[in-house]
């Protein structure tokens, strides 16, 4: 037994020791490459098997926190609710393990303009749709619409992440999502906070999550969060404090929340006094419901990339670049030939208006970087229901978009071009 098991540790410390390698020269490029650093191709070990456009699923995988603030007649207390399922998004948006403590890659793949994620929950509440979309690549930005109609709730936003070298990878998300409750024709302005990588010389990498994020409701009600990490002497990992105040009244907080957004917090009222104690680790996911990837539209997610992930499962370095390439190469044919016509590409379901009235009377301005005033975050993208309608339409009837009937072969649909 031991002479069998002797070769497969060597090739395993190896392995060990070529990824070690590979990822201190990534780090090394990385430490001085200038711009946006989702330009650069990680070390294929750290590639995980999921594009970006599928990140958007996080937002609702406990349905029934999604949906419960329409179920509170209380304003204020429905801000309270709103902050509570933003809270029960983080977790396993950036756990460093995923739920079998196998540690996750953290690279995901960089989405192709025009890429599509769509699928829905199916539980207690209802249904739960998801409409996810890749509407930018410079820079890029993912919209996306997920929505319950039985609860009249309907969350819309985009994502614009930026990463940058500084001490360790830091990523910005621009952007903004705009939680609806028809009942009440109510608002939630929320943004996102900053993430960054830690353990990155000992390869223990995790995510962790700094600086403040706000949720402002068009009740008048304000949420703050502030993020902190674990510090060199003292603090754990993932802590956050949260507080609950009428506008323009920060100092009269009407709930205040504190612990670990990937472990447990307590609900404490504006006098201090405990209402409840919140086990993020009870919380069990409603599986998201998508379509078998040979029945889904060519765009779609799980069938553009179903080469590359395949590779990238099996460690096939090689393929793994391969299949890249193809998509990439295809993409850069198509923009030159859009160029050439002077065409855009027609995004499938979102629509890029000229101003967003929700978010300039709710968002919070002259509070530094959170603001929505630079052009990342002014960089909105609505759904549109006009173009889901008439899409729905044509599948019932059996006719393909006209909008990409040109690429329904697939992503690869310009290799004999290249």
């Known amino acids: 037994m031991s002479l069998h098991l002797a070769p497969t540790q060597c090739d395993d410390k190896k392995e060990d020791q070529q990824h070690k390698s590979a990822w ?29 456009v599928e990140y958007s699923t996080y937002w609702a995988e406990h349905p029934s926190l999604f949906v419960s603030p329409a179920n509170e007649e209380c304003a204020k207390k429905r801000a309270l609710r709103v902050l509570q399922w933003f809270l029960s ?65 309907r969350l819309e936003g985009h994502v614009a992440p930026k990463a940058y070298f500084s001490s360790t990878i830091n990523i910005e998300r621009k952007g903004y999502s705009i939680l609806h409750i028809d009942k009440y024709d109510e608002d939630h302005w929320i943004t996102m906070p900053k993430a960054h990588l830690e353990g990155i010389v000992t390869l223990q ?44 009244d920060e100092k009269k907080p009407l709930y205040v929340l504190e612990g670990r957004w990937s472990d447990k917090y307590a609900v404490k009222d504006g006098n201090g006094k405990l209402l409840d104690t919140v086990d993020l680790s009870t919380l069990k996911r409603t599986p998201l419901q998508v379509a078998p990837v040979d029945s889904q539209h060519p765009l779609e997610s799980r069938r553009a990339w179903k080469h590359v992930v395949d590779a990238i499962n099996k460690n096939d370095i090689f393929a793994v670049g391969h299949e890249k390439g193809k998509i990439e190469n295809a993409q850069r044919v198509l923009r030159r030939k859009e160029s050439e016509a002077g065409e855009i590409w027609k995004r499938r379901y979102f629509t890029h208006p000229q101003e967003d009235p929700v978010a300039e009377k709710l968002s919070i301005k002259g509070k530094g970087k959170s603001d929505v005033t630079d052009s990342q975050d002014k960089m909105m993208w609505k759904f549109d229901h006009e173009k889901y309608r008439i899409i729905i339409e044509n599948q019932q009837n059996g006719v393909k978009s006209p909008t990409h009937f040109r690429f329904d072969s697939g992503v690869g649909f310009l290799e004999t071009d290249i």
Not at 89 to 105: I, P, S, V, Y
Not at 112 to 133: A, H, K
Not at 214 to 232: A, D, L, Q
Request: hydrophobic content about 35%; some cysteine; glycine content about 8%.
């Open 205 to 248: 990498i995790a995510p962790e999550l700094s600086g403040v994020s706000y949720i402002r409701s068009s009740s008048g009600y304000t949420s703050r969060i502030n993020y902190s990490s674990k510090g060199w002497l003292k603090g754990k990992s993932n802590t956050f404090t949260a507080s609950v105040y009428p506008d323009h």
């Open 89 to 153: 998004t983080l977790k396993h948006q950036h756990a460093g393990k995923d739920e079998n403590g196998k540690r996750k890659k953290m690279k995901p793949l960089n989405p192709f303009l025009g890429e599509i994620f769509l699928g829905q929950w199916q539980d207690d509440v209802g249904t739960t749709q998801l409409i996810s979309e890749q509407v930018s690549h410079h820079p890029p930005a993912t919209a996306f619409c997920i929505r319950n109609e039985s609860h009249g709730v």
């Open 24 to 52: 201190f020269q990534f780090i090394k490029s990385v430490a001085t490459f200038k711009g946006d650093l989702a330009s650069l191709t990680a070390p294929p070990f750290l590639l995980a098997p999921q594009s970006i």
